[in-house]
């Protein structure tokens, strides 16, 4: 089974903090992609990657960046934190044409 | 572009009585089709995927789901639900762009009753 991880579960930070998520899966998946879940909106696409060094904008890139500098390994960036970017972030993976594993999510405050 | 539009937010059902959970989607060309499930503080699991094979689909947990390219539907449906099922879930359109990234409807919760 495909194992995507993120490495926190909660996560409190202050505005202004850069803030890291990670995320690991144990597949070699080339594909990794970040959403953000709110009620009513369903997930919305931050960015995704298809190889090492390689990345896309999503529908909601705004005040986000990522870094994929090992193909394990997908990182969300949140520059300078700001309080409407307390969310659930979710991050997932896929090869080919099989469908996106997902991670059990990071719940993140800005406070 | 495509999109995907869950009829109802909230649905309630006894236990052993059928579910039929809504989804209308938006697609230029042949979709494909998915339905997700989220139990409480937890990622997304796949119950079951439409790729043009067969129209009626069979996922996991007894879940299936009937692609109508006529009224532009996946509706999902179980037979008889169990106290287990209730979760919010997802209807979600692979995007023919963006490296498959995928488009997702807004949710559904539902709930079982005992």
Excluded at chain 1, 30 to 42: H, I, S, T
Excluded at chain 1, 89 to 109: E, I, K
Excluded at chain 2, 56 to 71: H, T, Y
Aim: glycine content about 8%; overall charge positive.
């Amino acid at each position: 089974d495909v194992k995507v991880t993120q490495s926190s579960r909660y996560l409190v930070k202050r505005t202004g903090e850069k803030v890291f998520l990670e995320c690991v899966q144990d597949m070699d998946h080339e594909n990794m992609f970040w959403y953000r879940q709110d009620p009513g909106l369903g997930l919305r696409l931050i960015y995704f990657s298809y190889d090492v060094k390689m990345k896309e904008k999503g529908d909601i890139p705004e005040g986000y960046s990522v870094s994929r500098e090992k193909k394990e390994r997908f990182s969300l960036i949140l520059e300078s934190a700001s309080t409407n970017q307390t969310s659930m972030y979710l991050c997932a993976s896929r090869v080919g044409g099989q469908p996106q594993h997902f991670g059990d999510g990071t719940r993140l405050s800005i406070l | 572009a495509q999109s995907v539009t869950q009829l109802d937010s909230h649905v309630s059902v006894s236990e052993g009585t059928p579910v039929l959970l809504r989804c209308n989607y938006s697609s230029s060309y042949s979709p494909s089709l998915f339905w997700y499930v989220q139990h409480p503080n937890k990622g997304l699991q796949l119950l079951l995927k439409y790729t043009s094979a067969a129209t009626l689909v069979k996922g996991i947990n007894g879940f299936e789901a009937e692609f109508k390219k006529s009224e532009t539907s996946f509706h999902l449906t179980k037979p008889s639900a169990h106290m287990s099922d209730a979760a919010e879930y997802f209807c979600v359109v692979s995007r023919d762009t963006g490296r498959r990234a995928l488009t997702f409807g807004s949710g559904t919760r539902l709930q079982v009753q005992p």
